[in-house]
Every structure is written in structure tokens, then in C-alpha cells.
């Protein structure tokens, strides 16, 4: 794997901008939840390096406004039903507006399914349930490499090797920190899974 990719993003920031976020979320009563997740996509987007290349979004709270009101009155009619769908059209809508800094007009799509993420997410966490949490580490493998191979930027599909064993270690190492430091590692091993995650994310 490239030894280019990497995410670059501080923790304070990260806790800085959920908080913000939450923040408006609660105070609009939920109105401008869709502001508070570009902002916090954006912020994290700009922060991810893929071989050498910084990514960006360009999507807005706008756009993602009239999205959410058209998804919202889908799964009203519907009573719900399509609300399954939302998680996937939000990963759509995403990808579609994130780019490299050197091809912004390139398209960028995700092409992965319904069928198949709830096939993933079912299995992810039956194996986890069934092993007391000690396969989470390969369940969220798993989920991350389907996304990942499903996702075309600028035209180029993107490639992970992360494997479980390698994230399991980190697990370990993670929880026996946050146990020594009564907790306050803990606050950590959110932005480190993401590093993990990125250093091992590159374009075919």
C-alpha cells in the first residue's frame, strides 16, 4: 500500500466540530442536521490524503437539504419503507461530491447496493454477537473493504487492505490504553481507527 495515504486531522478538532454540530442540530430541532453533517464530512474530507493526492468535497448544505426533505417524504409515504434506502443514497450523494484536489470535474459515483449492505451488516454483526465482540475487528473490515471497493473517485476506484488480524491488534492496543488511562485514551481511538483506516485506502 501506498505510504502516501494518510489522514491528518487532530482530535480537538474533531471533538470541536461534533460539538458544534450537535449543537445546531439540537437548537434547529434537527432542521440543520444536514449543515452540521457537510460541515463535519468537509472538515474530515480535507484532512484525507490518497497516494499523495488531498481529496475535497464540494457538496453543501444546500444540496443536501433538498435531498433529505425528498428522502424524508419518500419514507412518510411509503411508512418507512424507504427509509432503508437513505443510508445508501446519503453514501451516493456524498462520494458524488468528493474529488482530488487536481480532477474536481471528474465524475466520482459509489456503485454499491442495498441488498448487499444489509447482507454485510447482518453478517457483521450476527459473527459479532456470536463471538462477544471479539470478531468486531473483522466485521468492520469486512464493511469497510465493500465500501471501499465500491467507491470511484475522479474516476479511479479505490482500493483497501486493511486486514482484520491487523486492525485486532490495534483493538487491543487501543482498549489496553483507554484501561491504564481510566477511559481518556478512549478519546482517541475514534480519530486512530480513521488514520488506520486511511493509511491502508489507495486508488487502483
Known sequence: MNNNSYFDGGLL????????????????????????????????TKHTVINGERLLFDGTAIGLFGQWIKWWLLSLITCGIYSFWVGIKLKKWIVSHTHTESGATMESYF???????????????????????????????????????????????????????????????????????????GFWTGIKLIKWKVSHTAFV
Not at 474533531?14 to 452540521?36: D, E, F, K, N
Not at 486486514?163 to 485514551?185: D, H, Q, R
Request: charge should be neutral.
Open 111 to 185: 456503485d454499491g447496493g442495498l441488498l448487499q449492505l444489509i447482507g454485510y451488516e447482518l453478517l457483521g454483526g450476527l459473527v459479532t454477537i456470536c463471538t462477544l465482540g471479539i470478531c468486531l475487528p473483522w466485521a468492520y473490515t469486512m464493511l469497510y473493504n465493500w465500501e471501499i471497493k465500491h467507491t470511484v473517485i475522479n474516476g479511479r476506484r479505490l482500493s483497501f487492505d486493511g486486514t482484520a488480524i491487523g486492525l485486532f491488534g490495534n483493538w487491543i492496543k487501543w482498549f489496553i490504553l483507554s484501561v491504564i488511562t481510566c477511559g481518556i485514551y
Open 13 to 44: 478538532q474533531l471533538i470541536g466540530y461534533r460539538i458544534l454540530g450537535t449543537l445546531v442540530t439540537i437548537c434547529t430541532l434537527g432542521i440543520c442536521l444536514p449543515w452540521a453533517y457537510t460541515m463535519i464530512y468537509n472538515w474530515e
